[in-house]
Protein backbone atom coordinates (compact mmCIF):
# COMPACT_ATOMS: atom_id res chain seq x y z
CA UNK A 1 0.00 0.00 0.00
CA UNK A 2 2.97 2.42 0.92
CA UNK A 3 4.30 1.70 -2.46
CA UNK A 4 1.14 2.17 -4.51
CA UNK A 5 1.13 5.75 -2.50
CA UNK A 6 4.60 6.37 -3.04
CA UNK A 7 4.33 5.81 -7.04
CA UNK A 8 1.06 7.63 -7.16
CA UNK A 9 2.96 10.72 -5.66
CA UNK A 10 5.72 10.72 -7.67
CA UNK A 11 3.58 10.30 -11.12
CA UNK A 12 1.71 13.39 -10.33
CA UNK A 13 4.86 15.54 -10.17
CA UNK A 14 6.25 14.01 -12.80
CA UNK A 15 6.37 15.06 -16.32
CA UNK A 16 3.92 13.05 -17.98
CA UNK A 17 5.55 13.54 -21.54
CA UNK A 18 8.95 12.87 -20.35
CA UNK A 19 7.91 9.54 -18.86
CA UNK A 20 5.89 8.65 -21.68
CA UNK A 21 9.21 9.13 -23.96
CA UNK A 22 11.11 7.13 -21.21
CA UNK A 23 9.10 4.24 -21.43
CA UNK A 24 8.47 4.22 -25.22
CA UNK A 25 12.52 4.63 -25.16
CA UNK A 26 12.89 1.40 -23.24
CA UNK A 27 10.47 -0.52 -24.83
CA UNK A 28 11.66 0.01 -28.44
CA UNK A 29 15.27 -0.75 -27.02
CA UNK A 30 14.39 -4.04 -25.77
CA UNK A 31 12.87 -4.65 -28.88
CA UNK A 32 15.95 -4.27 -30.77
CA UNK A 33 17.65 -6.10 -28.50
CA UNK A 34 15.32 -8.99 -28.92
CA UNK A 35 15.87 -8.46 -32.84
CA UNK A 36 19.63 -8.71 -31.90
CA UNK A 37 19.69 -11.39 -30.42
CA UNK A 38 17.44 -13.27 -33.50
CA UNK A 39 19.86 -12.04 -36.10
CA UNK A 40 22.60 -13.38 -34.70
CA UNK A 41 21.16 -17.06 -34.00
CA UNK A 42 19.45 -16.81 -37.74
CA UNK A 43 22.90 -16.28 -38.88
CA UNK A 44 24.48 -19.31 -36.63
CA UNK A 45 21.79 -21.47 -38.49
CA UNK A 46 22.44 -20.32 -42.07
CA UNK A 47 19.37 -17.89 -42.40
CA UNK A 48 21.96 -15.20 -44.12
CA UNK A 49 18.95 -12.83 -45.66
CA UNK A 50 17.15 -13.09 -42.60
CA UNK A 51 19.96 -12.64 -39.96
CA UNK A 52 20.58 -9.28 -42.06
CA UNK A 53 16.90 -8.24 -42.13
CA UNK A 54 16.74 -8.15 -38.56
CA UNK A 55 20.26 -6.41 -37.54
CA UNK A 56 18.88 -4.16 -39.76
CA UNK A 57 15.47 -3.46 -38.33
CA UNK A 58 17.47 -3.43 -34.84
CA UNK A 59 20.12 -0.60 -36.01
CA UNK A 60 17.16 1.28 -37.36
CA UNK A 61 15.07 0.99 -34.02
CA UNK A 62 18.33 1.91 -32.11
CA UNK A 63 18.57 4.91 -34.74
CA UNK A 64 15.04 5.99 -33.86
CA UNK A 65 15.46 6.32 -30.49
CA UNK A 66 18.64 8.31 -30.67
CA UNK A 67 17.76 11.03 -32.68
CA UNK A 68 13.88 11.33 -31.88
CA UNK A 69 13.39 10.16 -27.56
CA UNK A 70 16.96 10.73 -26.42
CA UNK A 71 16.85 14.77 -26.86
CA UNK A 72 13.84 15.08 -25.09
CA UNK A 73 14.73 13.56 -22.05
CA UNK A 74 17.82 15.00 -21.75
CA UNK A 75 16.67 18.37 -22.18
CA UNK A 76 14.16 17.27 -18.87
CA UNK A 77 16.88 15.65 -17.60
CA UNK A 78 18.96 18.17 -14.53
CA UNK A 79 22.45 16.89 -15.70
CA UNK A 80 24.16 19.69 -16.83
CA UNK A 81 26.58 19.38 -13.59
CA UNK A 82 28.72 16.86 -15.25
CA UNK A 83 29.70 19.67 -17.76
CA UNK A 84 31.32 21.54 -14.33
CA UNK A 85 34.81 22.14 -15.07
CA UNK A 86 36.24 20.50 -11.57
CA UNK A 87 39.78 21.71 -9.63
CA UNK A 88 41.61 18.76 -8.18
CA UNK A 89 44.52 18.73 -5.20
CA UNK A 90 45.78 16.50 -2.98
CA UNK A 91 45.66 17.28 0.34
CA UNK A 92 48.90 16.26 2.93
CA UNK A 93 46.33 13.37 3.74
CA UNK A 94 45.73 12.27 0.75
CA UNK A 95 49.63 11.86 -0.12
CA UNK A 96 50.14 9.90 2.92
CA UNK A 97 46.78 7.68 2.49
CA UNK A 98 48.34 7.20 -1.69
CA UNK A 99 51.89 6.04 -0.13
CA UNK A 100 50.26 3.82 2.15
CA UNK A 101 48.57 2.27 -1.07
CA UNK A 102 51.76 1.71 -2.86
CA UNK A 103 53.35 0.20 0.44
CA UNK A 104 50.53 -2.23 0.51
CA UNK A 105 50.62 -2.90 -3.41
CA UNK A 106 54.36 -4.07 -3.05
CA UNK A 107 53.66 -6.38 -0.34
CA UNK A 108 50.84 -7.81 -2.07
CA UNK A 109 53.13 -8.47 -5.20
CA UNK A 110 55.76 -9.66 -3.21
CA UNK A 111 54.26 -12.08 -1.18
CA UNK A 112 50.79 -13.11 -3.34
CA UNK A 113 48.83 -12.85 -0.05
CA UNK A 114 45.03 -12.91 -1.44
CA UNK A 115 44.37 -11.13 1.87
CA UNK A 116 46.35 -8.18 1.26
CA UNK A 117 45.15 -7.55 -2.47
CA UNK A 118 41.91 -7.75 -1.32
CA UNK A 119 43.06 -4.50 1.64
CA UNK A 120 44.27 -3.37 -1.97
CA UNK A 121 40.89 -3.31 -3.29
CA UNK A 122 39.83 -1.73 -0.49
CA UNK A 123 42.27 0.90 -0.23
CA UNK A 124 41.44 2.24 -4.22
CA UNK A 125 38.01 1.86 -3.97
CA UNK A 126 37.67 4.38 -1.38
CA UNK A 127 40.00 6.62 -3.21
CA UNK A 128 37.45 6.13 -6.36
CA UNK A 129 34.72 6.86 -3.76
CA UNK A 130 36.17 10.17 -2.51
CA UNK A 131 36.38 11.23 -5.88
CA UNK A 132 32.79 10.42 -6.71
CA UNK A 133 31.54 11.59 -3.45
CA UNK A 134 33.06 15.23 -3.45
CA UNK A 135 32.13 15.74 -7.22
CA UNK A 136 28.30 14.73 -6.26
CA UNK A 137 28.65 17.31 -3.54
CA UNK A 138 29.90 20.19 -5.91
CA UNK A 139 27.46 19.51 -8.30
CA UNK A 140 24.11 21.47 -8.53
CA UNK A 141 24.87 24.07 -6.04
CA UNK A 142 24.79 27.85 -7.03
CA UNK A 143 26.19 30.67 -5.16
CA UNK A 144 24.33 33.86 -4.46
CA UNK A 145 26.20 36.99 -3.03
CA UNK A 146 23.69 40.06 -1.52
CA UNK A 147 25.48 43.21 -0.10
CA UNK A 148 24.43 46.12 1.44
CA UNK A 149 23.04 49.30 -0.34
CA UNK A 150 25.50 51.98 0.78
CA UNK A 151 28.92 50.57 2.29
CA UNK A 152 31.72 53.38 3.39
CA UNK A 153 35.29 52.46 4.15
CA UNK A 154 36.37 51.27 7.45
CA UNK A 155 32.68 50.64 8.66
CA UNK A 156 32.15 46.94 9.30
CA UNK A 157 28.86 45.70 6.90
CA UNK A 158 26.99 42.21 6.77
CA UNK A 159 26.54 40.24 3.81
CA UNK A 160 24.68 37.52 2.56
CA UNK A 161 26.10 34.34 1.34
CA UNK A 162 23.12 31.60 0.54
CA UNK A 163 24.17 29.01 -1.51
CA UNK A 164 21.31 26.78 -3.27
CA UNK A 165 21.13 23.05 -3.98
CA UNK A 166 19.37 21.91 -6.97
CA UNK A 167 20.14 18.50 -7.15
CA UNK A 168 16.91 16.23 -6.57
CA UNK A 169 17.75 13.66 -3.87
CA UNK A 170 20.74 14.08 -2.77
CA UNK A 171 22.23 16.96 0.26
CA UNK A 172 26.14 18.85 -0.47
CA UNK A 173 27.99 18.58 2.72
CA UNK A 174 31.11 20.52 4.14
CA UNK A 175 31.32 23.12 1.54
CA UNK A 176 33.65 26.43 1.35
CA UNK A 177 32.76 29.06 -0.32
CA UNK A 178 36.45 31.45 -1.01
CA UNK A 179 37.33 34.64 -3.85
CA UNK A 180 38.95 33.36 -7.21
CA UNK A 181 41.86 34.46 -7.93
CA UNK A 182 42.31 37.27 -9.92
CA UNK A 183 45.85 38.68 -10.74
CA UNK A 184 44.62 41.67 -12.52
CA UNK A 185 42.32 43.17 -9.48
CA UNK A 186 43.25 46.45 -8.71
CA UNK A 187 41.29 46.33 -5.30
CA UNK A 188 41.20 43.79 -2.97
CA UNK A 189 37.99 40.85 -3.19
CA UNK A 190 35.14 41.43 -2.19
CA UNK A 191 35.12 38.31 -0.04
CA UNK A 192 38.57 37.84 1.87
CA UNK A 193 37.61 35.24 4.69
CA UNK A 194 36.16 31.92 3.50
CA UNK A 195 32.83 31.26 4.59
CA UNK A 196 31.99 27.60 5.63
CA UNK A 197 28.64 25.74 5.08
CA UNK A 198 28.44 22.63 6.74
CA UNK A 199 25.15 20.91 4.76
CA UNK A 200 22.79 22.21 2.40
CA UNK A 201 19.61 20.14 2.19
CA UNK A 202 18.53 18.68 -1.39
CA UNK A 203 16.72 21.18 -3.34
CA UNK A 204 17.21 23.81 -0.12
CA UNK A 205 19.15 26.86 0.65
CA UNK A 206 21.92 27.61 3.45
CA UNK A 207 22.60 31.22 4.08
CA UNK A 208 25.75 32.59 6.33
CA UNK A 209 25.46 36.07 7.62
CA UNK A 210 29.16 37.46 6.74
CA UNK A 211 30.87 40.30 8.35
CA UNK A 212 32.69 42.79 5.83
CA UNK A 213 34.78 45.64 6.01
CA UNK A 214 36.44 47.46 3.08
CA UNK A 215 39.68 49.96 4.09
CA UNK A 216 39.22 52.30 1.38
CA UNK A 217 36.57 54.09 -1.24
CA UNK A 218 36.40 53.11 -4.74
CA UNK A 219 35.14 50.16 -6.30
CA UNK A 220 36.12 46.56 -5.44
CA UNK A 221 34.94 43.92 -8.20
CA UNK A 222 35.38 40.02 -8.16
CA UNK A 223 34.15 37.96 -11.48
CA UNK A 224 34.59 34.64 -9.96
CA UNK A 225 34.21 32.58 -6.91
CA UNK A 226 35.29 29.44 -5.99
CA UNK A 227 32.93 26.03 -3.51
CA UNK A 228 35.45 24.00 -2.29
CA UNK A 229 35.10 20.46 -0.48
CA UNK A 230 37.31 17.94 1.08
CA UNK A 231 34.29 15.89 1.36
CA UNK A 232 34.17 12.87 2.62
CA UNK A 233 37.43 11.63 3.78
CA UNK A 234 39.66 14.60 3.61
CA UNK A 235 41.87 13.39 0.79
CA UNK A 236 41.47 15.29 -2.33
CA UNK A 237 40.28 18.95 -2.68
CA UNK A 238 37.81 20.02 -5.15
CA UNK A 239 36.77 23.00 -6.51
CA UNK A 240 34.44 24.87 -8.73
CA UNK A 241 34.39 27.81 -10.14
CA UNK A 242 31.47 29.52 -9.95
CA UNK A 243 31.29 33.18 -12.53
CA UNK A 244 29.57 35.72 -10.66
CA UNK A 245 30.23 39.37 -11.01
CA UNK A 246 29.77 41.35 -8.04
CA UNK A 247 30.56 44.92 -7.38
CA UNK A 248 30.83 46.94 -4.61
CA UNK A 249 30.81 50.47 -4.73
CA UNK A 250 32.54 51.75 -0.96
CA UNK A 251 32.09 55.74 0.05
CA UNK A 252 34.61 57.31 1.65
CA UNK A 253 35.11 57.42 5.44
CA UNK A 254 32.48 59.87 7.21
CA UNK A 255 33.28 59.62 10.64
CA UNK A 256 34.07 63.10 11.87
CA UNK A 257 38.02 64.00 11.52
CA UNK A 258 40.18 66.17 13.35
CA UNK A 259 40.08 68.60 10.64
CA UNK A 260 36.00 68.73 9.98
CA UNK A 261 35.86 69.15 14.00
CA UNK A 262 38.11 72.39 13.65
CA UNK A 263 36.78 73.72 10.60
CA UNK A 264 32.99 73.43 11.65
CA UNK A 265 32.86 75.99 13.93
CA UNK A 266 33.86 78.69 12.17
CA UNK A 267 32.15 77.39 9.09
CA UNK A 268 28.91 77.68 11.40
CA UNK A 269 29.84 81.15 12.21
CA UNK A 270 29.97 81.87 8.98
CA UNK A 271 26.64 80.72 7.85
CA UNK A 272 25.02 82.21 10.53
CA UNK A 273 26.36 86.04 10.78
CA UNK A 274 26.06 86.29 7.10
CA UNK A 275 22.88 87.25 7.15
CA UNK A 276 19.74 88.29 9.46
CA UNK A 277 17.25 85.81 9.47
CA UNK A 278 14.71 83.89 11.97
CA UNK A 279 17.05 81.95 13.56
CA UNK A 280 17.47 81.41 17.91
CA UNK A 281 20.66 83.41 18.16
CA UNK A 282 20.95 87.29 18.78
CA UNK A 283 22.37 89.25 15.20
CA UNK A 284 22.14 92.68 16.26
CA UNK A 285 20.02 95.47 18.35
CA UNK A 286 18.74 98.43 16.46
CA UNK A 287 15.68 101.19 16.72
CA UNK A 288 12.13 100.04 16.86
CA UNK A 289 10.28 100.25 13.59
CA UNK A 290 6.38 100.18 13.25
CA UNK A 291 6.12 97.01 11.20
CA UNK A 292 8.09 95.36 13.95
CA UNK A 293 6.69 92.86 16.27
CA UNK A 294 6.04 93.47 19.61
CA UNK A 295 7.63 90.18 21.10
CA UNK A 296 11.03 91.12 19.41
CA UNK A 297 11.55 94.63 21.94
CA UNK A 298 14.69 93.99 24.25
CA UNK A 299 12.86 95.15 27.33
CA UNK A 300 16.25 95.64 28.86
CA UNK A 301 18.14 97.87 26.72
CA UNK A 302 14.72 99.83 26.03
CA UNK A 303 14.53 100.49 29.81
CA UNK A 304 18.12 101.43 29.90
CA UNK A 305 18.32 103.55 27.30
CA UNK A 306 14.71 105.11 27.63
CA UNK A 307 14.19 104.37 23.63
CA UNK A 308 12.62 101.27 22.06
CA UNK A 309 15.17 98.73 20.99
CA UNK A 310 14.24 95.52 19.55
CA UNK A 311 16.41 92.28 18.51
CA UNK A 312 17.32 90.72 15.05
CA UNK A 313 18.31 86.91 14.79
CA UNK A 314 20.71 85.10 12.67
CA UNK A 315 19.55 83.27 9.46
CA UNK A 316 20.00 79.89 10.89
CA UNK A 317 17.43 77.59 8.97
CA UNK A 318 17.94 78.82 5.58
CA UNK A 319 21.66 77.94 4.44
CA UNK A 320 22.99 77.28 1.09
CA UNK A 321 26.35 75.89 0.68
CA UNK A 322 28.27 75.79 -2.22
CA UNK A 323 30.65 72.05 -1.99
CA UNK A 324 33.61 72.03 -4.48
CA UNK A 325 35.71 69.28 -5.03
CA UNK A 326 39.05 70.41 -7.37
CA UNK A 327 41.35 67.05 -7.51
CA UNK A 328 43.86 69.21 -10.09
CA UNK A 329 47.36 68.69 -8.26
CA UNK A 330 50.39 69.91 -9.44
CA UNK A 331 52.58 67.27 -8.24
CA UNK A 332 54.17 64.98 -10.61
CA UNK A 333 54.10 61.47 -10.55
CA UNK A 334 57.30 60.44 -9.81
CA UNK A 335 57.40 62.81 -6.95
CA UNK A 336 59.26 60.94 -4.41
CA UNK A 337 56.80 61.87 -1.66
CA UNK A 338 53.96 60.62 -3.98
CA UNK A 339 52.55 57.97 -1.62
CA UNK A 340 52.50 60.71 1.07
CA UNK A 341 50.41 63.05 -1.47
CA UNK A 342 47.85 60.26 -2.30
CA UNK A 343 47.54 59.61 1.67
CA UNK A 344 47.00 63.66 1.90
CA UNK A 345 44.58 63.43 -0.90
CA UNK A 346 42.50 60.53 0.33
CA UNK A 347 42.22 62.47 3.76
CA UNK A 348 41.09 65.25 1.80
CA UNK A 349 38.32 63.16 0.06
CA UNK A 350 37.42 62.08 3.43
CA UNK A 351 36.98 65.62 4.82
CA UNK A 352 34.84 66.77 2.12
CA UNK A 353 32.67 63.73 2.36
CA UNK A 354 32.53 64.22 5.92
CA UNK A 355 31.47 67.99 5.63
CA UNK A 356 28.93 66.67 2.80
CA UNK A 357 27.14 64.06 5.31
CA UNK A 358 27.09 67.22 7.97
CA UNK A 359 25.48 69.44 5.73
CA UNK A 360 22.70 66.19 4.94
CA UNK A 361 21.99 65.73 8.45
CA UNK A 362 21.39 69.55 9.43
CA UNK A 363 19.21 69.81 6.64
CA UNK A 364 21.04 72.71 4.73
CA UNK A 365 20.80 73.60 0.97
CA UNK A 366 23.63 71.86 -0.99
CA UNK A 367 25.29 72.25 -4.44
CA UNK A 368 28.49 70.08 -5.49
CA UNK A 369 30.79 70.64 -8.03
CA UNK A 370 33.33 68.52 -9.65
CA UNK A 371 35.08 68.44 -13.15
CA UNK A 372 32.58 67.52 -15.48
CA UNK A 373 29.85 67.32 -12.72
CA UNK A 374 27.73 70.56 -11.37
CA UNK A 375 24.54 69.28 -9.09
CA UNK A 376 21.90 71.77 -8.89
CA UNK A 377 21.43 73.09 -5.50
CA UNK A 378 18.94 70.77 -3.25
CA UNK A 379 18.28 69.65 -0.17
CA UNK A 380 21.66 67.83 0.86
CA UNK A 381 19.79 64.83 1.85
CA UNK A 382 18.48 64.25 -1.14
CA UNK A 383 21.94 64.81 -2.77
CA UNK A 384 24.21 63.09 -0.12
CA UNK A 385 24.73 59.36 -1.95
CA UNK A 386 25.14 60.89 -4.86
CA UNK A 387 28.28 62.91 -3.85
CA UNK A 388 29.17 60.12 -2.04
CA UNK A 389 29.64 58.08 -5.05
CA UNK A 390 31.20 60.47 -6.98
CA UNK A 391 33.88 60.66 -4.23
CA UNK A 392 34.36 56.79 -3.96
CA UNK A 393 35.32 57.49 -8.38
CA UNK A 394 37.42 60.26 -8.04
CA UNK A 395 41.22 60.48 -8.57
CA UNK A 396 43.63 62.80 -8.76
CA UNK A 397 44.63 64.85 -11.66
CA UNK A 398 47.94 65.95 -12.85
CA UNK A 399 47.00 68.96 -14.69
CA UNK A 400 47.18 72.51 -12.67
CA UNK A 401 45.69 74.56 -15.68
CA UNK A 402 42.12 75.22 -16.57
CA UNK A 403 39.30 77.83 -14.97
CA UNK A 404 38.44 77.71 -11.24
CA UNK A 405 35.23 75.58 -10.46
CA UNK A 406 34.54 78.53 -8.50
CA UNK A 407 33.85 80.82 -11.52
CA UNK A 408 30.20 79.65 -11.83
CA UNK A 409 29.64 81.00 -7.99
CA UNK A 410 26.10 80.71 -6.57
CA UNK A 411 24.02 83.64 -6.91
CA UNK A 412 22.57 83.86 -3.66
CA UNK A 413 25.17 86.24 -2.05
CA UNK A 414 24.81 84.98 1.30
CA UNK A 415 26.02 81.47 0.24
CA UNK A 416 28.75 79.76 1.80
CA UNK A 417 31.27 78.01 -0.77
CA UNK A 418 33.70 75.55 0.46
CA UNK A 419 36.66 74.47 -1.93
CA UNK A 420 38.61 71.06 -1.74
CA UNK A 421 41.53 71.23 -3.60
CA UNK A 422 44.55 68.61 -3.92
CA UNK A 423 47.38 71.74 -3.89
CA UNK A 424 46.05 74.80 -1.76
CA UNK A 425 46.83 74.60 1.78
CA UNK A 426 44.33 75.10 4.80
CA UNK A 427 43.48 78.54 5.19
CA UNK A 428 41.87 79.52 8.70
CA UNK A 429 39.38 82.60 7.56
CA UNK A 430 37.41 82.93 4.87
CA UNK A 431 38.37 84.43 1.61
CA UNK A 432 35.92 86.89 0.55
CA UNK A 433 34.87 87.27 -3.31
CA UNK A 434 31.80 88.75 -5.39
CA UNK A 435 29.42 85.97 -4.74
CA UNK A 436 29.90 85.64 -1.10
CA UNK A 437 32.73 83.50 1.28
CA UNK A 438 35.26 81.04 -0.25
CA UNK A 439 36.48 78.14 2.90
CA UNK A 440 39.41 76.42 1.24
CA UNK A 441 40.82 73.09 2.87
CA UNK A 442 42.48 70.48 2.14
CA UNK A 443 44.49 67.69 3.45
Avoid at 155 to 162: G, N
Avoid at 373 to 381: E, G, K, N, T, Y
Wanted: glycine share 6%.
Amino acid sequence: MKLRSSLARLWVHSERPAVRAFFLSMAALTLALVLALYSSAAAEMGHTALAGATAIAALVLAAWVAITLVPVLARRTPLRWMAYKMEYRLTREGWIYIGGVFAVSLAALNTGNNLLFLILASLIAVILMSGILSSITLSGVELRLELPEHIFAGQPVRALVELENEKIYLPSFSLRVESAADKERAQGAVLETPVYFPYVPKRGRAKQIVPLQFPRRGIYQQEAFRIVTRFPFGFLQKARRVNLRTEALVYPSVEGAEQVREALPSLEGIIESMRKGHGQDLYALRDYQPADSARHVHWKVTARTGELKVREFTRENDRRILLVFDPRVSWPGNDPRAAELAEAFERGVSLCSSLAWHFAETGAMLEFRAPGIDLPVAPARDLIYEILSILARISPQRDSAGESLLDAAPADPAALSILFTGTAGVRSSPVATESGYVFSLCA
